[in-house]
C-alpha cells in the first residue's frame, strides 16, 4: 500500500488543522493506522492511531483530548484532526498503517509497515 499525508501548514497557536492520509494499491481496511511526528534531531514519537474497523483508538498523553484520530475506509482514507495546537505539535507528521494487527493497535513505530512521506504542521504566534 502507498500512503501520502497532507494537510500540513503554518497555524497560529490555538487554532486547528486536519491531517489526511490517502492509501492507495490496497484496501485501507485491511490495515491498522497511526499518526506519528518527529522534530530535528529526535526520534519519531507516537501520537494517535485507530484500529482497523475505528473501534479501537489511542493517543499519546500530549494530545489527548485536542486530536482526533478517525478514518473512512470507503474512501482509503485516515484523518488526525487537531485542535488548540501548541508550539510543541510543531514537527513533520507521518502517516503508518500495520498489517499485523486486527482490533488492537500499536505505539511502536517499528511495529508499522508502511509509511507516508511526512507533512509539515507548524504552530506559531
Known amino acids: 500500500v502507498q500512503l501520502q499525508a497532507f494537510g500540513g501548514g503554518l497555524v497560529q497557536v490555538g487554532g486547528s488543522l486536519r491531517l489526511s492520509c490517502a492509501a492507495s494499491?490496497?484496501?485501507?481496511?485491511?490495515?491498522?493506522m497511526a499518526w506519528f511526528r518527529q522534530t530535528p534531531g529526535k526520534e519519531r514519537t507516537f501520537v494517535a492511531a485507530i484500529s482497523r474497523g475505528g473501534e479501537t483508538t489511542d493517543y499519546s498523553d500530549s494530545v489527548k483530548g485536542r486530536f482526533t484520530v478517525s478514518r473512512d475506509n470507503a474512501v482509503n482514507t485516515a484523518y488526525l484532526q487537531m485542535n488548540s495546537l501548541k508550539p510543541e505539535d510543531t514537527a513533520v507528521y507521518y502517516c503508518?498503517?500495520?498489517?499485523?494487527?486486527?482490533?488492537?493497535?500499536?505505539?511502536?513505530?517499528?511495529?508499522?509497515?508502511?509509511w507516508g512521506q511526512g507533512t509539515l504542521v507548524t504552530a506559531s504566534s
Open positions: 503508518a498503517a500495520d498489517q499485523m494487527r486486527w482490533s488492537t493497535i500499536s505505539r511502536t513505530a517499528t511495529e508499522y509497515d508502511y
Open positions: 494499491g490496497r484496501t485501507l481496511r485491511k490495515f491498522g
